[in-house]
């Protein structure tokens, strides 16, 4: 007998959902969708260990990278084009790759997972290098384009992730950690859009938070490296800076609009009755960590 991957095996909890009420749809799919969050808590030693390797090659000058073929290439994209406006990092500091180019952002490109040819073009026109990190993300974790990305990867010493929701994916021989949500059977039969992706886009979102609160993009809990480019954005920055130096929003919106928008500089300025240069120096002195400054103030 064939062996069937978890994730295509069939839900007994949802064999009717075909002639069931919209109530009973959605409540059947929220049933499932509650056993993720204990899944993952099953895997925070390994996440911890992924968030390490991540800050630790952020602080040595490398990039994240995120590989992956259909849904979990478009939850790659989508982890890392929010990295920017969130924490004001360079475009190519956390970066989305998916099988077939950014034409299968929208449309199912025939036969990308499986082209260990296309990995391999796509891995070096990255140009990776030993600081970067590398992280496969695949439900099955047995695609040849994943797979032959960490392949691609060890031949030049790069740390490697493999993101699955499979217990024997051939992913976890190529990686340095292997995160594994073993979500089980969807509740449409092999739709890894749905409770798969939804755990590896919770991952995604761990990973990346967990590598900027380490490399001092969030001080307390407050993402002090924001990038305002709308309005909330602004009002959130503002608010930010009244709150840590204490002062009026009106004090913290004059501020930032004479620095650019600087929200770490400008707690300082206000703080300590600086100018915009000596905030700057003080933050290039501790690595850009905020709390670090305060430290040695104190």
């Known amino acids: ?41 099953k895997n925070l030693n390994c996440i911890a260990k992924a968030i390490d390797i991540i800050s630790e090659n952020f602080l040595n ?17 989508l982890d890392a084009s ?13 970066q989305g790759i998916i099988a077939g180019g950014d034409r299968a952002l929208r449309y199912a490109i025939e036969g990308a997972e499986d082209s260990v040819d296309m990995a391999i073009n796509d891995f070096r026109s990255c140009d990776i290098n030993i600081n970067d990190t590398v992280v496969s993300i695949s439900a099955s974790g047995n695609a040849n384009y994943v797979v ?6 060890k031949t030049k010493s790069v740390k490697t992730i493999a993101l699955t929701c499979n217990p024997n994916a051939k992913m976890a021989e190529y990686a340095d950690v292997v995160i594994c949500i073993e979500t089980g059977a969807e509740a449409v039969t092999g739709s890894t859009r749905m409770k798969a992706g939804t755990a590896q886009k919770m991952v995604l979102n761990m990973l990346t938070t967990g590598a900027m609160v380490k490399i001092g993009k969030v001080y307390k809990n407050f993402m002090v490296d924001v990038k305002p480019t709308n309005i909330k954005l602004k009002d959130r920055a503002q608010r930010i800076v009244s709150q840590i130096s204490n002062c009026t929003q009106d004090k913290a919106k004059s501020t930032l609009e004479k620095n650019g928008y600087m929200v770490k500089e400008a707690i300082l300025q206000i703080k300590y009755k600086c100018s915009f240069d000596e905030a700057k120096k003080l933050l290039d002195e501790n690595n850009g960590i905020l709390r670090k400054v305060f430290e040695k103030s104190e």
């Open 1 to 41: 007998m064939i062996d069937i991957i978890v994730t295509e095996k069939t839900n007994p909890d949802t064999v009717n959902i075909d002639i069931s009420s919209s109530y009973e749809i959605a409540k059947m799919i929220n049933n499932e969708d509650l056993k993720i969050a204990a899944e993952i808590s």
């Open 82 to 94: 929010e990295c920017p406006p969130t924490y004001n990092t360079p475009s190519d500091m956390v």
């Open 148 to 153: 032959e990305i960490l392949k691609q990867a």
């Open 61 to 77: 000058g490398g990039r994240l990278f995120y590989f992956g073929a259909g849904t979990s290439g478009r939850l790659g994209v």
